[in-house]
C-alpha cells in the first residue's frame, strides 16, 4: 500500500501489561510522528523522529512511554505497564520533509483500551 | 495548555449552502495553519493549508481564511456536499515545529 499503515488496528490490554504498536511509514518518507488521541480531543504530540534519529519526545507522557525507529523506517512505540489512563487512539504521521510543521501523512490508528 | 482551540464541537449544514468552521490560536509563533479532514476509524487526511505571509488560500470548493491581529482562522466549504460530513481539525505550528491540533469540529451536511 502507498499510505502509512498501523498495526495492530485495536489492542485490549490488562493494566500493567506491556505493549507495542508498529507504524510503517510512506516509503522514502524523512520524518515520522507518535501523536496520541483522546476521546473527542485533538492529536497530541508524542514524539518526532527524522530518519533514525529521534529529535523530539517532549510529549511522551511519562517513561512507561518509549519509541524507537532504528532503521529510519518502520517506528514501534511502546508503553510499558500500561495503565486505564493510557486508553486512547495512537496516530502515526509521516512526513517527506525534515521538519514537524508540514503536511503529514496519517494511518488509521491504533485504538488502545486498557482495562 | 491548549494552544489552538476549536470552540464549537459539532456543525450541522444544509446541503448547497456555506460550511464555516472556526479555529482561534494563542502563540503568536505559529507561522503555518492547516485544516485535516477526519472519517470516522481513518487517519485524519491534510485539506489545505495556510502561511501567515497570506490572509486566503483557495483551494476548490475550500477557503482558509487567516486574522493575524485576532489570531483566528477559518475554512469554508462551499457549497457543502453530505460526502463533505466529517470532522475536521485545525492545527498550527512555529517555525517547522511542534504541530499543535484543535480537539476538531464534527460538521453535518444534510442533503
Known amino acids: 500500500g502507498a499510505g502509512v499503515s498501523q498495526s495492530p488496528r485495536y489492542k485490549v490490554a490488562k493494566r500493567g501489561q506491556d505493549v507495542a504498536l508498529r507504524c510503517d511509514p510512506i516509503s522514502g518518507h524523512v520524518s515520522l510522528f507518535w501523536y496520541q488521541q483522546a476521546l473527542g480531543q485533538g492529536p497530541e504530540f508524542l514524539t518526532y523522529f527524522q530518519n533514525e534519529a529521534q529529535l523530539d519526545k517532549s510529549g511522551l507522557p511519562s517513561d512507561r512511554f518509549f519509541a524507537e525507529r532504528p532503521e529510519g523506517s518502520v517506528s514501534t512505540l511502546k508503553i510499558q505497564r500500561t495503565q486505564q489512563e493510557d486508553s486512547a487512539v495512537y496516530l502515526c504521521?509521516?512526513?517527506?520533509?525534515?521538519?514537524?510543521?508540514?503536511?503529514?501523512?496519517f494511518g488509521s490508528g491504533t485504538q488502545l483500551s486498557v482495562l | 495548555d491548549q494552544q489552538v482551540k476549536q470552540n464549537s464541537p459539532s456543525l450541522s449544514v444544509q446541503e448547497g449552502r456555506i460550511s464555516i468552521l472556526n479555529c482561534d490560536y494563542t502563540n503568536s509563533m505559529f507561522d503555518y495553519f492547516l485544516w485535516y479532514k477526519k472519517y470516522p476509524a481513518e487517519g485524519p487526511t491534510f485539506l489545505i493549508s495556510?502561511?501567515?505571509?497570506?490572509d486566503k488560500n483557495e483551494d476548490g470548493r475550500f477557503t482558509v481564511f487567516l486574522n493575524k491581529s485576532a489570531k483566528h482562522l477559518s475554512l469554508h466549504i462551499v457549497p457543502s456536499q453530505p460526502g463533505d460530513s466529517a470532522v475536521y481539525f485545525c492545527?498550527?505550528?512555529?517555525?517547522?515545529?511542534?504541530?499543535?491540533f484543535g480537539a476538531g469540529t464534527r460538521l453535518t451536511v444534510k442533503p
Open positions: 504521521a509521516s512526513s517527506p520533509l525534515a521538519s514537524n510543521g508540514e503536511k503529514l501523512f
Open positions: 495556510i502561511s501567515s505571509i497570506k
Open positions: 492545527a498550527a505550528s512555529a517555525r517547522g515545529n511542534d504541530m499543535r
